[in-house]
């Protein structure tokens, strides 16, 4: 990996750690061991609250509610990792962001996901497109038209009252042509996922985080099922802007709304 590069203030305050990208970009299992390690140390009080922040090359992670129909078709390897959420893929045009941070016990991990989404979604909101949450799904999301209308109909003039997931619960897109793909979901209009966050807690210190579509190649995500959810697709800057946004241009930004989210607001306890 290098020699990771310190960006932020003095301790007792949020910093950040730019662990590599581009050419730099880092291994997945390379970086777990850092987070690991940065765990341990925060977890002690020897450093304080610290996001990684980086690029990966290509790479599908599972987290622990993975299903194994949601895995690539043709077999490609796969992490298992011991954060929450499902399966997803990392690779050049992604930031990639580990916040390890001390939170008060007992842990509010729903808040802790709000920020980060709040972070994000602001980053979006700078950049000039509108994000939102999507209640009982994680992560950032842009909303697409409602089915069955002319406007959602893609280019290819498929009609989208066949499409089936207006009268199946289940179905495996990958099975269905291109017009289906995750990829495709702006094309087709329909509801689309800017950034994905997965994460996990251990002795009230998180590790893991949150990933950024800025530039990537989001045919990465048609050979699986991301997140596990089957009615909707991916996006990213790029697409959505119709200009090449790089990683470059999205991290100072995604420092800027980080720190004022995370350092404006207290964590609470979680009520019980």
């Not at 893929?89 to 007992?106: E, N, T």
């Amino acid at each position: 990996m290098g020699e990771p590069r310190l960006n932020g203030p003095a301790d007792g305050e949020l910093r950040f750690v730019h662990l590599g990208f581009g050419d730099n970009a880092v291994d997945y299992l390379d970086a777990w061991q850092e987070q690991k390690r940065v765990h341990a140390a925060r977890f002690a009080d020897e450093i304080p609250d610290t996001c990684l922040m980086l690029e990966h090359p290509p790479v599908y992670t599972a987290g622990r509610r993975t299903e194994d129909s949601e895995r690539p078709l043709d077999g490609t390897p796969v992490v298992d990792v011991d954060r929450g959420g499902k399966i997803t893929w990392h690779g050049p045009g992604q930031l990639v962001g580990y916040p390890i941070l001390k939170l008060p016990r007992p842990v509010d991990v729903v808040a802790h996901v709000r920020r980060l989404e709040e972070a994000m979604i602001r980053v979006c909101t700078e950049l000039g497109v509108e994000t939102t949450r999507v209640e009982g799904r994680s992560g950032v999301w842009v909303l697409g038209d409602d089915l069955g209308t002319e406007a959602a109909r893609p280019s290819t003039g498929l009609a989208l009252d066949f499409d089936p997931r207006l009268n199946q619960e289940e179905y495996d897109p990958r099975l269905m042509g291109p017009e289906y793909a995750p990829s495709n979901a702006g094309q087709r209009r329909v509801d689309r996922k800017m950034a994905q966050i997965g994460i996990r807690v251990a002795k009230g210190v998180t590790m893991h985080g949150f990933s950024f579509n800025c530039d990537p190649d989001t045919t990465g995500f048609d050979q699986i099922i991301p997140c596990g959810i089957r009615d909707a697709g991916v996006t990213s800057l790029s697409e959505e802007l119709g200009r090449n946004v790089p990683v470059s241009e999205v991290l100072p930004l995604m420092e800027k709304h980080l720190r004022e989210v995370l350092e404006s607001s207290t964590p609470m306890p979680r009520a019980v």
